[in-house]
């Protein structure tokens, strides 16, 4: 169940990376939209791959600059995990939880 969800997971994200644009068309031009919020629906849309690459680019510099931040969202991922994992499992005197309880139970907003 786990195991399908991660391969899912990178599967889409290799489908996405395949279809990354050229860096030098992503900062070929910058100019002012008439039409910012349809500018950059479509612009996420197209260079979506080029700002995958970015974001996973940004989130390793943080975690080098600050490896605490990197046991820190490791911490969270297990908790969610777990949280979404052992939802089925009742509690004595509860019984099964829905996802929003189980998140709150996880102590995740």
């Known amino acids: 169940r786990v195991g399908q969800g991660v391969e899912l997971f990178?599967?889409?994200i290799?489908?996405?990376?395949?279809?990354?644009r050229p860096w030098s068309e992503f900062f070929e031009r910058f100019l002012w939209p008439e039409h910012p919020r349809e500018r950059l629906l479509?612009?996420?849309?197209?260079?979506?791959?080029?700002?995958?690459?970015?974001v996973f680019a940004i989130i390793l510099i943080?975690?080098?600059?600050?490896p605490k931040l990197f046991f820190t969202a490791a911490l969270m991922c297990?908790?969610?995990?777990?949280?979404?994992?052992?939802g089925d499992t009742p509690i004595?005197?509860?019984g099964p939880l829905e996802l929003q309880q189980r998140l709150a139970v996880a102590c995740i907003p």
């Open 10 to 12: 990178g599967m889409h």
């Open 14 to 20: 290799n489908s996405i990376l395949r279809e990354q």
């Open 42 to 54: 479509t612009n996420l849309v197209y260079y979506r791959g080029n700002y995958l690459v970015l």
């Open 62 to 66: 943080a975690v080098l600059l600050l």
């Open 78 to 86: 297990m908790t969610f995990t777990c949280a979404i994992l052992l």
């Open 92 to 94: 004595p005197h509860v």
